[in-house]
Antibody
Framework: EVQLVESGGGLVQPGRSLKLSCAASGFTFSNYYMAWVRQAPKKGLEWVATISTSGSRTYYPDSVKGRFTISRDNAKSSLYLQMNSLKSEDTATYYC??????????WGQGVMVTVSS | DIQMTQSPPSLSASLGDKVTITCQASQNINKYIAWYQQKPGKAPRLLIRYTSTLESGTPSRFSGSGSGRDYSFSISNVESEDIASYYCLQYDNLPYTFGAGTKLELK
């Protein structure tokens, strides 16, 4: 059974950093692109980052480019999101998701990040 | 960036009804559209990819169609378990972009 379990969320002050983790199991992690997708409270979905199977290629929307870094450790079947210079508009539930032929077929349960002073 | 205009924002249906949601892309997305269902407090669930390919486990009452810029998603014979929000996603070009969502409620 495919499982994605996020951790590392919480309350953080504006301008500070936070690192999210996603533990994957039930599939060969190293064979899949992975992504982070977020959802602000009562709002829609926003793609945040994607990483290739080896980690050599990463992709971001302009809203987080230069502040967020996606990475992975295939030996540990883990995905990460380093978030720096956090803003109030980064407040959201962050989901880890598996890429399958372009779209995302499995998602974690999500982890809440609140950016507030 | 490709804008996905999803309508309607909300929909009220009776059990057994057929409902249709549309997404219009700001440019041709070559059928690279997926549809997700999200229930409150839960992660999105992939129902349909590449316009009309049902994911394993997606009931046959769900369907998708379209081409170019215009796409639709339908539920025939709405059941109580279908009450949720639905989102389209274009994955033809980066950045991936979602529609704003449609909330399906029971009449």
């Amino acid at each position: 059974e495919v499982q994605l379990v996020e951790s590392g969320g919480g309350l953080v002050q504006p301008g500070r950093s936070l690192k999210l983790s996603c533990a994957a199991s039930g599939f060969t992690f190293s064979n899949y692109y992975m992504a982070w997708v977020r959802q602000a409270p009562k709002k829609g979905l926003e793609w945040v980052a994607t990483i290739s199977t080896s980690g050599s290629r990463t992709y971001y929307p302009d809203s987080v480019k230069g502040r967020f870094t996606i990475s992975r450790d295939n030996a540990k079947s883990s995905l990460y999101l380093q978030m720096n210079s956090l803003k109030s508009e980064d407040t959201a539930t962050y989901y880890c998701a598996r890429h399958e032929t372009g779209s995302w077929d499995y998602w974690g349960q999500g982890v809440m990040v609140t950016v507030s002073s | 960036d490709i804008q996905m205009t999803q309508s309607p924002p909300s929909l009220s249906a009776s059990l057994g009804d057929k409902v249709t949601i549309t997404c219009q892309a700001s440019q041709n997305i070559n059928k690279y559209i997926a549809w997700y269902q999200q229930k409150p407090g839960k992660a999105p669930r992939l129902l349909i990819r590449y316009t009309s390919t049902l994911e394993s486990g997606t009931p046959s009452r769900f369907s998708g169609s379209g081409s170019g810029r215009d796409y639709s998603f339908s539920i025939s014979n709405v059941e109580s378990e279908d009450i949720a929000s639905y989102y389209c996603l274009q994955y033809d070009n980066l950045p991936y972009t979602f529609g704003a969502g449609t909330k399906l409620e029971l009449k």
